[in-house]
């Protein structure tokens, strides 16, 4: 076995000589050259991978029309969906609890509450049933409902409890910014905990009123001009999964309703109360006519 040295170092030139103080800086010297290369590869792994997908919020924010289709087409694929609205009509508070069947017709069970008291109401289709006070059931032979049919009264149908409750449909909400033009972001907000993007806009009453069907239009129209409405102004949050959560409209001094989108999905029943306890309003409206 020889050796070579090399001013004051033992270089080995044969298997079992190990001893010299090149060794160890060596193997440094070694370490490092690798975790160069590997830190610069990882460098250049990272430059070649796909950019980051932007989160539905921020394509909720970004892709407004785009965005607002997807919330239509989402939501119009609901078949129910709870009800909370708080407002204001005449300068008076109101308020509904309850529940949307959104099948075909459009089925509603509500709990209203005003100044007055509390009713319960269903509507299935146009067809209204009013719960009446027990104290007020003398006049309906104790019957506990009251059946008012819409079918053809624009006058009732255009301003009334009904319209009420179709404009509170999610879908309608939705298809109703698509329909107006100057729709903005606000921005990001959290509504009962969740993220969702806030839409707005402010339109005409004239631009308004062509979104709502021909039969409404001119009741809805005089109403609006009586009480001095120019524009209206309405807001909409959608959330992740591109459903509304909350819908909102001013109506200039006439009022106002904030709407609360929850449990959508879920399975509700609107039952049609029996024949024997209600008391159907236009057979009353015919008795009252022939005795007068």
């Known amino acids: 076995m020889s050796s070579v040295y090399w001013g004051s170092s033992q270089i080995p030139t044969g298997e079992g000589v190990y001893v010299s103080f090149w060794k160890k800086p060596a193997l440094v010297a070694v370490s490092t050259l690798t975790a160069l290369?590997?830190?610069?590869?990882?460098?250049?792994?990272?430059?070649?991978?796909?950019?980051?997908?932007p989160s539905v919020l921020e394509l909720l924010a970004s892709d407004l029309k785009g965005s607002l289709l997807k919330a239509a087409e989402a939501t119009d694929k609901t078949e129910s969906v709870t009800v909370t609205m708080t407002?204001?009509?005449?300068?008076?508070?109101?308020?509904?609890?309850?529940?949307?069947?959104?099948g075909d017709p459009l089925k509603a069970e509500m709990k209203m509450t005003n100044s007055k008291g509390a009713t319960t109401v269903r509507m299935i289709g146009a067809v209204i049933f009013t719960e009446i006070p027990a104290e007020g059931r003398t006049?309906?032979?104790?019957?506990?409902?009251?059946?008012?049919?819409?079918?053809?009264?624009?006058e009732m149908a255009g301003t009334g409890f009904s319209k009420q409750l179709e404009d509170m449909d999610p879908v309608k909400q939705v298809k109703t910014l698509l329909a107006i033009e100057g729709t903005t972001v606000v921005g990001q907000e959290t509504v009962?905990?969740?993220?969702?993007?806030?839409?707005?806009?402010?339109?005409?009453?004239?631009?308004?009123?062509?979104?709502?069907?021909?039969?409404?239009?001119?009741?809805?129209?005089?109403t609006l001009a009586t009480q001095g409405v120019?524009?209206?102004?309405?807001?909409?949050?959608?959330?992740?999964?591109?459903?509304p959560r909350r819908?909102?409209?001013?109506?200039g001094k006439m009022g106002?309703?904030?709407?609360?989108?929850?449990?959508?999905?879920?399975?509700?029943?609107?039952?049609?109360p029996p024949p024997a306890e209600t008391a159907d309003f236009a057979e009353m409206l015919k008795g009252l006519t022939a005795d007068s």
């Open 37 to 53: 290369a590997v830190s610069a590869c990882g460098v250049t792994s990272g430059a070649s991978e796909a950019p980051k997908q």
């Open 87 to 102: 407002g204001t009509m005449g300068g008076e508070k109101i308020s509904m609890q309850g529940f949307l069947d959104l």
């Open 139 to 154: 006049a309906t032979g104790g019957k506990r409902w009251m059946k008012m049919d819409l079918t053809g009264l624009s």
């Open 192 to 222: 009962d905990g969740v993220p969702t993007v806030h839409y707005t806009v402010t339109t005409p009453v004239a631009t308004y009123l062509k979104q709502i069907d021909a039969m409404r239009r001119d009741a809805t129209e005089e």
């Open 230 to 243: 120019k524009e209206l102004k309405i807001d909409l949050w959608v959330d992740e999964q591109y459903r």
């Open 247 to 251: 819908a909102g409209m001013v109506m």
């Open 256 to 272: 106002d309703m904030v709407i609360d989108y929850t449990d959508y999905g879920k399975a509700v029943t609107v039952e049609t």
